[in-house]
């Protein structure tokens, strides 16, 4: 008996599982996690995954929430440990009153485990080379079998599983009966030989709803098929290649002429990222919607292209799916820490919009909205995904499209307008805000043509080099920038139960962690005022939320407290009253790192003097 | 002054072309360049052959990166749109600007420290994409707007105005296009109009990646005794290939006298290169051997000039992406959205 009481939870905990590389388990992990939404639960399923194709270690975390906190918890309360180089590790993280499953044809000496967990060893390679003779099917149904070990382990609905397997292999028919074979090798291999189910339980529910299960790289580019982009230019770059991957399947499907069964876009993969968004600005300068996919190094690279699309007043939408830097850093881990180098990315003074979704959903309405406001606000325009959003699935709302809508192209001079006599001047802020008109290239044969440069320029795009008129240009640049800040997305407020002093602040893959803390910090007696900022730049009432309270924790993940040097940047803030919560290890954030981390300061600030006894 | 705009009175007299446009209708600002500049020659040939070839001026895109002759598309053209890029990606840019168009023209212009140095990358994929488009190379081997420093297609062994010998070896933009695919390749001399007029017409009619490298020599920095890219250096050392009449799809074809020694090039547009060999053994469409001829030329120090190669079925890009024929950027919410009913769907397979 473990010396510590077994956990006993239902509908409520984390499985974990530690694999090796290019072994196959991704998928029969995967139908694992699909096979609880099944049965009408919440799960959030992680890869944690390195930059490698086969031979080390990667692990999938399967968060089970009947309550429907989809963050990331921390901690294992079963370990389904098959890496044998990760296994002491693997065995460290588990909670007390936690399980083991682990792989027991070889034994292990009884040091190798610990005294406050319970141990549960199934032979499965025994088991796999009696039942297989291929090496390849040795390794590929040893996955299978211990997903059948599960549903008897955790009282799984075996039914949802098999049919996982029949919609997985449909198609491919004579794979399903060996992976519903092995499926049942596995469950009655525990049923026959283990103590089940254990204290984690499983039970049928109804919280899943309507809502769709999709990585957030293939809803935002869906978000951008949508949006109306047609020309994409890309270099692979983890972890923002799927969205690329992902673009070119949904063209394939939704923009293939019926008729011509021709293409109604144009993906090209670049030479470099210098070459990707050349292309992205090139094909918006002639009036296309284009975008590219990238995360931090390629940010890095397009640099000095960004800043002509800035000062050039081009649109071009960039996806970054961002990755732990800096320099290559760690690439396949998250992070939230391209904040500054996409906020003034590029020489001189710049500015750029950023858009901060926190799902896939809101990657899907961001995404296509990002193009609607690179034309209106003709410049570059960010999406900041990351690597915990853009590459997981998530349980989200399903998404939705108004089909009244149709694009913003922006202030576009057209043929009729220049023959009309309309003055055109590019650079001339007639409406106040801030935004010229442009036109596109091939117009019209005598107006409205104009050469378009990134060397200062007057207001009707004539060269120049005289201090006022440069002047006058950068001022109306920042006046657009102050349109901005109304039509970006507008920050959401959540106030706390009773007036508080304190607020939070925080950005886009935090969210669902920052969501389950509130209950936490609440739980410790304290009240938080929460805003999810969602845009920048920022609205009017960040300046406001942050006026309102005493101490506004900013939390979010990078060492350097980007967004809050932002917040102080534009706000013009006092820093002193922005507190940094910052989680940078790689991995997302969790709800018990906020709530402990608020927790603690927030026990601090409302100590009441200890009484003095003489 | 760049920002000076030319007089717009002119000649009544002034011959006009099948649209009723003069010369002047081609012409852009004033050019702020070295009196005698090479570019400015090359300008002219453009002037010259979007006349002859009697193109709407607004439905060409001028597309450039840095320097000197990235400074040269505000000089013609002044009724179609310019851009002018950052240092060596002109190609990526006017590969965008294609893919969102395939409509108009597309004309990039470039010099030889923006494509042979910062920008080899982007030069070379270009080409291998096959984009539709006339690339223009200003080559003079130099520097100009920083004043005189070696460029990556100066020559070994030539001497720079400061007197530094260069160590470091060239590379050949011509023989580099060819091997990268490019489906019309040319050299010509700014100093040599005859010869480069017909050859910017022939690429601008060519409907696939055509590039043509133009010697230049730079007037302030690279003309002097030691040069290889001076006037007096090129003019000693052309070894023209071929003589070409550029014959649009409009006009009669004129075999000349010398019937015997033309080739004719039908272009996929309909019209016609009327190709007069001054190498008796030169095949205008191997490859291989181009790259051959050059090679035993350069060694002898002799610079080719001509249109050294054209592919007869050129494809481009938007063949191989199978695109649309209505441009990219003349689509709309209609055409590009799939609606909330394929949206339900979609939903409705991720649960």
Not at chain 1, 52 to 67: A, F, K
Not at chain 1, 415 to 422: F, I, P, S, T, V
Not at chain 1, 461 to 467: L, Q
Not at chain 2, 215 to 228: D, E, L, M, Q, R
């Amino acid at each position: 008996m473990p010396t510590a009481a077994p956990i006993s939870r239902i509908n409520d905990f984390v499985v974990r599982f530690a694999n090796v590389n290019g072994s196959g388990s991704a998928s029969a992990n995967e139908m694992f996690a699909r096979a609880i939404l099944r049965m009408g639960e919440p799960v959030a399923p992680r890869n944690i995954f390195p930059s490698n194709i086969q031979g080390l270690p990667t692990w999938y975390e399967v968060r089970v929430s009947e309550e429907g906190h989809l963050g990331a918890r921390g901690g294992t309360d079963l370990m389904v440990a098959m890496n044998p180089q990760t296994f002491d590790k693997d065995i460290a993280g588990i909670e007390p009153g936690g399980y083991l499953l682990y792989d027991s044809t070889k034994p292990y000496p009884p040091s190798k485990f610990r005294d406050d967990i319970t141990v549960i060893g199934v032979p499965l390679t025994a088991i796999c080379n009696r039942e297989y003779t291929d090496p390849r099917q040795r390794q590929l149904f040893k996955n299978i079998i211990y997903i059948g070990v599960l549903t008897a382990l955790l009282d799984m609905d075996v039914a949802a599983v098999e049919q996982l397997i029949a919609e997985q292999y449909k198609g491919k028919d004579k794979l399903i009966g060996p992976n519903v074979k092995a499926l049942h090798i596995g469950r009655d291999y525990a049923i026959l030989n283990l103590a089940h189910p254990i204290g984690l339980r499983l039970r049928k529910a109804d919280k899943v709803g309507d809502k769709i299960f999709v990585e957030g790289n293939s809803a935002a580019a869906l978000g951008a098929v949508y949006g109306g982009a047609t020309v994409c230019a890309w270099y692979p770059i983890t972890p923002s290649s799927s969205l690329a991957d992902a673009f070119t399947k949904w063209c394939a499907k939704y923009r293939v002429d019926p008729e011509t069964k021709k293409a109604k876009y144009a993906i090209v993969q670049a030479e470099d990222e210098l070459a990707s968004i050349g292309m992205v600005i090139g094909a918006a300068w002639n009036g296309a919607r284009a975008f590219t996919a990238t995360s931090g190094p390629g940010i890095s690279l397009m640099q000095e292209f960004i800043g002509l699309g800035y000062f050039a007043e081009i649109p071009a939408v960039l996806f970054n799916v961002q990755r732990a830097g800096p320099s290559t850093g760690m690439p396949t881990r998250t992070q939230q820490c391209d904040l500054t180098s996409c906020a003034y990315a590029s020489h001189g003074d710049t500015k750029h919009v950023m858009l901060f979704p926190e799902n896939p959903a809101e990657a899907f309405e961001m995404g296509a909205q990002a193009f609607d406001l690179a034309d209106r606000l003709q410049t570059p325009v960010f999406v900041m995904l990351d690597l915990e959003i853009g590459m997981n699935h998530h349980l989200c709302r399903p998404l939705k499209w108004d089909d009244s809508r149709s694009y913003d192209r922006g202030k576009v001079m057209t043929y009729e307008d220049l023959e009309a006599g309309k003055d055109f001047g590019r650079y001339l802020d007639v409406d106040g805000d801030g935004i010229p008109y442009r036109t596109y290239p091939g117009t019209h044969p005598t107006k409205g043509s104009f050469f378009t440069r990134g060397t200062s320029r007057d207001r009707y795009a004539r060269y120049t080099e005289e201090g006022p008129l440069y002047v006058d240009n950068m001022q109306r640049l920042l006046r657009k920038f102050e349109t901005a800040k109304d039509l970006v997305p507008k920050p959401l407020t959540a106030n706390a139960a009773k007036p508080s002093k304190y607020g939070v602040i925080y950005i886009g893959s935090t969210a669902p962690a920052m969501d389950e803390a509130i209950h936490m910090i609440e739980a410790r007696g304290h009240a938080v005022d929460r805003m999810r900022v969602r845009g920048f730049p920022f609205h009017s009432s960040v300046n406001s939320f942050v006026a309102d309270h005493d101490f506004v924790f900013v939390v979010e993940q990078n060492r350097d407290a980007q967004l809050r040097s932002l917040i102080v940047n534009e706000c013009g803030i006092d820093p002193v009253r922005l507190v940094p919560i910052l989680h940078f290890d790689g991995t997302p954030i969790t709800a018990r790192f906020i709530a402990r981390a608020i927790g603690d300061h927030l026990d601090q600030m409302t100590m009441k003097p200890a009484k003095v006894t003489s | 002054m760049t920002y000076l705009a030319k007089p717009k009175f002119h000649h009544p007299g002034l011959p006009k072309n099948e649209l009723g446009y003069t010369h002047r209708d081609y012409e852009g600002k004033v050019s702020t360049l070295c009196a005698g500049c090479g570019h400015d020659s090359i300008t002219a040939s453009i002037i010259q052959a979007c006349f002859d070839l009697a193109i709407e001026p607004h439905r060409v895109a001028k597309i450039s990166g840095i320097g000197c002759s990235s400074k040269t598309p505000d000089y013609f053209l002044g009724n179609s749109h310019g851009f002018n890029t950052v240092h060596g990606r002109m190609p990526s840019v006017l590969t965008g600007a294609n893919l969102a168009n395939r409509d108009l023209i597309y004309l990039g212009v470039s010099g030889d420290g923006d494509s042979a140095s910062i920008g080899l990358g982007q030069f070379a994929h270009c080409l291998r994409r096959g984009v539709n488009m006339t690339y223009i190379v200003e080559n003079n081997g130099v520097y100009g707007l920083t004043k005189g420093q070696f460029s990556a297609t100066a020559d070994r062994g030539s001497k720079s105005k400061r007197g530094v010998i260069n160590t470091d070896n060239s590379i050949d933009m011509v023989a580099m296009a060819l091997q990268l695919g490019a489906t019309f390749v040319a050299r010509s001399f700014s100093g040599d109009k005859a010869q480069l007029v017909p050859i910017i017409k022939a690429a601008i009619a060519h409907q696939g990646a055509a590039f043509i490298d133009v010697i230049s020599p730079c007037i302030a920095f690279n003309n002097h005794a030691g040069s290889t890219k001076s006037f007096d250096f090129v003019r000693e050392h052309n070894e023209a290939v071929s003589k070409l009449d550029f014959i649009s799809p409009r006009m009669p074809i004129e075999i000349s006298q010398e019937a015997g020694t033309v080739e004719i090039v039908e272009q996929h547009d309909g019209s016609k290169i009327a190709l007069r060999k001054l190498a008796a053994d030169y095949d205008l469409h191997d490859r291989t051997a181009a790259l051959g001829f050059l090679q035993h030329h350069a060694a002898k120090g002799q610079v080719v000039t001509g249109l050294l190669f054209v592919e007869k079925e050129a494809e481009d890009l938007h063949t191989h992406l199978h695109t649309v024929d209505t441009p990219l950027n003349a689509l709309g919410t209609e055409e590009l959205c799939p609606g909330s009913a394929a949206l339900d769907a979609f939903n409705a397979s991720m649960r």
